[in-house]
């Protein structure tokens, strides 16, 4: 199971419309795609693809509900996990608590070759926990003062409060290829100077009207309007995450609750 975090310093990046269509995308090339919903504060995964939600991640922390009972089907196969404020209570659960959420995480689905989690935007910790126990952190920045720099703002603080050490970054609402290349290559020539980190490029989605469409419309872009210049965009990215999807996988959902269980409830200084 490949592990990827979408993440933003800012909000109104366009971070779920990305995390959405990435697992839709995904999904469409007959990869097995499980979508979190980890955004606790503005959770509408389920707004944007016109899906009803019933008991959430809550409900399985709290024990009330299996795992099986919360995950949603959505378009072209992809399963969703709804968001939840109970997950808040992730860090104070006692050992048995523990043991019961990775055995239902474990047992009670099948492990994805995919698991998309789309976190909060921000550094706050709930942000910084989600991010740090995915394999792979995908930063949406848009072309704005304000989202380049509190994307370096976030970079730093799970570098040097989490270990954080790669960064693949996606710049969104773009003009022109140019445009998308230049916001990059302001990020790297940032972090190039003041912090230890690699960056990667996955490529620039353009501003589309089709997207507006689709938002309107509660479904996936990708799906609605496939060849629209945006959705080729993301599917490009994709494509370019999961070229090395096996590399470095973890073993399976079970693995990834240990790893956000086992992350720090304050960050380290």
Do not use: W
Not at 13 to 26: D, R
Not at 125 to 145: G, I, L, N, R
Not at 166 to 189: C, M, P
């Amino acid at each position: 199971m490949h592990v990827i975090a979408v993440t933003g310093g800012k909000g109104g990046v366009g971070k779920t419309n990305i995390a959405v269509n990435l697992g839709v995308s995904m999904s469409r090339e007959g990869l097995d795609v499980i979508l979190l919903d980890a955004d606790l504060g503005l959770a509408n995964v389920d707004v944007i693809l016109g899906v009803s939600v019933g008991p959430t991640l809550a409900d399985v922390v709290s024990g009330t509900h299996q795992l099986s009972e919360v995950i949603v089907e959505g378009p072209e196969g992809l399963r969703i996990v709804p968001a939840s404020s109970g997950v808040t209570r992730l860090a104070s659960l006692d050992q048995a608590e523990q043991n019961n959420l990775v055995r239902s995480f474990s047992e009670q689905i099948d492990a994805p070759d995919v698991l998309i989690v789309d976190t909060g935007a921000g550094i706050d910790t709930t942000v910084q926990t989600f991010v740090s126990a995915c394999k792979t952190v995908v930063v949406v920045v848009c072309d704005e003062p304000a989202s380049l720099t509190d994307a370096y703002a976030l970079m730093k603080v799970l570098r040097n409060d989490r270990g954080v050490r790669r960064f693949e970054i996606l710049t969104n609402q773009i003009d022109s290829a140019a445009q998308g290349r230049k916001v990059y290559e302001r990020l790297t020539t940032v972090t190039d100077k003041y912090l230890d980190v690699d960056l990667g490029y996955l490529g620039g989605v353009p501003s589309d009207a089709y997207l507006r469409r689709a938002v309107q419309e509660r479904g996936a872009l990708v799906s609605l309007y496939p060849r629209s210049p945006a959705a080729v965009a993301i599917r490009d990215a994709g494509r370019r995450l999961t070229s090395n999807i096996y590399d470095g996988a973890v073993p399976g959902m079970g693995f990834f609750v240990e790893q956000l269980l086992r992350q720090p409830s304050e960050p380290k200084h």
